[in-house]
């Protein structure tokens, strides 16, 4: 396979990602904060996206093969003959941004055989991976609620959620804040490239500050209260790292089409003009749109939109839902 896809900057699969992550993921300033994950119908629609998306769809080559580098779209010639002599564990991981807003980001992350991303949380977010090509170990938890510390050491008690090798092709995955392995570690096994959006992304100054941590056996640890759990194997005791962690990794250049930014609609409509048409439609706000085919979250939207408009009528625009 060459070098990846031309740019198809209107028909493209990450266009279309693009499209579909706009209309259904609220932007935290113009809806409830933290916002809720999405609906179950909405994530299944971008995980379907996902799951067609091929390597050459975000200008990579399928490195499945080896670890040559040239399919990071990042490095130059030169560069990957010198790569080519390098050990093989000096190879970074690489990040390839491809969009990111206060709503969601879209972003690859390629990592050469045996790199780890250590077991990390995505606090108060929903994220959706799709492997592209090569394989990776993922290893994944929810925390146990209520919380369950040790009686003598600042670690929580998590219940695992995955254990796996996951080798493209295969479906894309999705957590949740509270479960589907809201914290998770890859290790990859190939060479191998992930796909991820993120919703909303990480920010500072909103509390979602990524958290690296390190897990124990069940065993290791007693509970400061009772605690039984059906079988041990299935728990682990997680522990904050709060000294720096080094990661070997860098930016590297997004060379897949580039992603055409939506302009705000201009068709207006009045306020309360029809519930049950709205119910059938999507919603846009003059800020980032929110996708929804429920009353209550209609209501929630409107209730954002008069406070960002201050007023009991607004201009927003709609879609009919396919
Ligand atoms: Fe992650």
């Given at each position: 396979?060459?070098?990846?896809?031309?740019?198809?900057?209107?028909?493209?699969?990450?266009?279309?990602?693009?499209?579909?992550?706009?209309?259904?993921?609220?932007?935290?300033?113009?809806a409830?904060?933290?916002?809720?994950?999405?609906?179950?119908?909405?994530?299944?629609?971008?995980?379907?996206?996902?799951?067609?998306?091929?390597?050459?769809?975000?200008g990579?080559r399928?490195?499945?093969?080896?670890?040559?580098?040239?399919?990071?779209?990042?490095?130059?010639?030169?560069?990957?003959?010198?790569?080519?002599?390098a050990?093989?564990?000096?190879?970074?991981?690489?990040?390839?941004?491809v969009?990111?807003?206060?709503?969601?980001?879209?972003?690859?992350?390629?990592?050469?055989?045996?790199?780890?991303?250590?077991?990390?949380?995505?606090?108060?977010?929903?994220?959706?991976?799709?492997?592209?090509?090569g394989?990776?170990?993922?290893?994944?938890?929810?925390?146990?609620?209520?919380?369950?510390?040790?009686?003598?050491?600042?670690?929580?008690?998590?219940?695992?959620?995955a254990?796996?090798?996951?080798?493209?092709?295969?479906?894309?995955?999705?957590?949740?804040?509270?479960?589907?392995?809201?914290?998770?570690?890859?290790?990859?096994?190939?060479?191998?490239?992930?796909?991820d959006?993120?919703?909303?992304?990480?920010?500072?100054?909103?509390?979602?500050?990524?958290?690296?941590?390190?897990?124990?056996?069940?065993?290791?640890?007693?509970?400061?209260?009772?605690?039984?759990?059906?079988?041990?194997?299935?728990?682990?005791?997680?522990?904050?790292?709060?000294?720096?962690?080094?990661?070997?990794?860098?930016?590297?250049?997004?060379?897949?089409?580039t992603?055409?930014?939506?302009?705000?609609f201009?068709?207006?409509?009045?306020?309360?003009?029809?519930?049950?048409?709205?119910?059938?439609?999507?919603?846009?706000?003059?800020?980032?749109?929110?996708?929804?085919?429920e009353?209550?979250?209609?209501k929630?939207?409107?209730?954002?939109?008069?406070h960002?408009?201050?007023?009991?009528?607004?201009?927003?625009?709609?879609?009919?839902?396919?």
């Amino acid at each position: 396979m060459a070098w990846g896809a031309p740019a198809r900057a209107q028909s493209s699969r990450v266009q279309a990602l693009y499209d579909l992550c706009r209309r259904t993921f609220p932007s935290p300033s113009s809806a409830a904060s933290p916002p809720a994950p999405p609906p179950a119908s909405a994530v299944r629609a971008i995980s379907s996206l996902m799951d067609t998306i091929s390597p050459a769809d975000v200008g990579l080559r399928d490195d499945s093969l080896g670890d040559g580098g040239g399919g990071h779209g990042f490095f130059d010639s030169t560069f990957v003959k010198g790569a080519a002599r390098a050990s093989r564990w000096a190879q970074p991981i690489t990040y390839l941004h491809v969009y990111e807003c206060d709503a969601f980001s879209i972003g690859i992350f390629c990592l050469p055989t045996s790199a780890v991303i250590p077991l990390h949380d995505h606090p108060g977010m929903t994220v959706l991976s799709k492997i592209l090509y090569g394989s990776m170990h993922v290893k994944s938890y929810d925390w146990v609620e209520p919380t369950v510390l040790a009686s003598n050491r600042q670690v929580k008690l998590a219940k695992l959620h995955a254990d796996d090798v996951l080798t493209a092709p295969c479906p894309t995955t999705v957590l949740y804040p509270q479960s589907g392995g809201n914290l998770h570690s890859f290790t990859s096994v190939a060479s191998c490239a992930v796909l991820d959006v993120l919703a909303p992304p990480y920010a500072e100054d909103a509390g979602r500050i990524c958290t690296y941590f390190n897990d124990y056996p069940f065993s290791s640890f007693s509970s400061g209260r009772a605690k039984t759990v059906d079988s041990p194997d299935n728990y682990a005791w997680i522990e904050a790292i709060n000294s720096p962690v080094y990661i070997n990794m860098r930016p590297g250049m997004y060379t897949g089409p580039t992603v055409q930014v939506s302009p705000n609609f201009t068709c207006c409509i009045p306020l309360y003009q029809s519930w049950s048409l709205l119910k059938k439609m999507r919603l846009r706000f003059p800020g980032p749109p929110i996708i929804t085919d429920e009353p209550r979250s209609i209501k929630q939207c409107v209730r954002a939109a008069r406070h960002q408009y201050s007023s009991s009528k607004f201009q927003c625009s709609v879609v009919d839902v396919p």
